[in-house]
């Protein structure tokens, strides 16, 4: 492998990790494929020739596909947080993920189509939960806690009492 990074997040794919990390690039801001490694010869899920690992970044943050099958599913105990600055940087995050096959749940948490989560999360309730105002981060919090995508208007409205 060719990643320079000490720490690399390593994703588990069924078959899909090129098409995973070619999402993730198109869709995020400082992402990128790199490396495509194919198996040297047959594993549990697939033969020599497939695509093995996948390296690329999400969000500057290192990252490896891994095409090891249908064993292990991803579930919500890892995310990637992304902070958006707006509501449209919000709506264009979340309507790529889950617009692309994904599924909404609930906080501006959505799992994209390989079931990756992913925590869509305005700047505003971010500052506004961790404040000093503690009345203000009670009424942002309630707020978020009745919405799936994340609404900055209503975050600021709540923020502001």
Do not use: K
């Not at 690039?25 to 194919?38: I, K, R, Y």
């Amino acid at each position: 492998m060719r990643m320079a990074a000490r720490n690399t997040v390593c994703l588990w794919y069924d078959g899909a990790a090129l098409e995973a990390a070619n999402f993730y690039a198109e869709t995020f801001a400082d992402s990128a494929v790199g490396a495509v490694l194919h198996a040297p010869g047959d594993y549990p899920a697939g033969r020599a020739g497939d695509v093995l690992l996948v390296e690329f970044t999400v969000l500057g943050i290192p990252c490896v596909g891994l095409n090891g099958g249908p064993g292990v599913r991803h579930n919500e105990a890892f995310s990637f947080q992304v902070t958006t600055e707006d509501q449209a940087e919000t709506d264009r995050l979340w309507d790529a993920i889950v617009g692309h096959g994904g599924q909404a749940s609930q906080c501006g948490w959505c799992r994209d189509r390989w079931g990756i989560s992913w925590q869509i999360t305005p700047r505003v309730l971010l500052e506004t939960i961790a404040g000093a105002d503690r009345e203000a981060a009670r009424r942002a919090f309630e707020a978020m806690m009745s919405m799936e995508r994340i609404d900055v208007a209503a975050i600021e409205a709540a923020r502001r009492g």
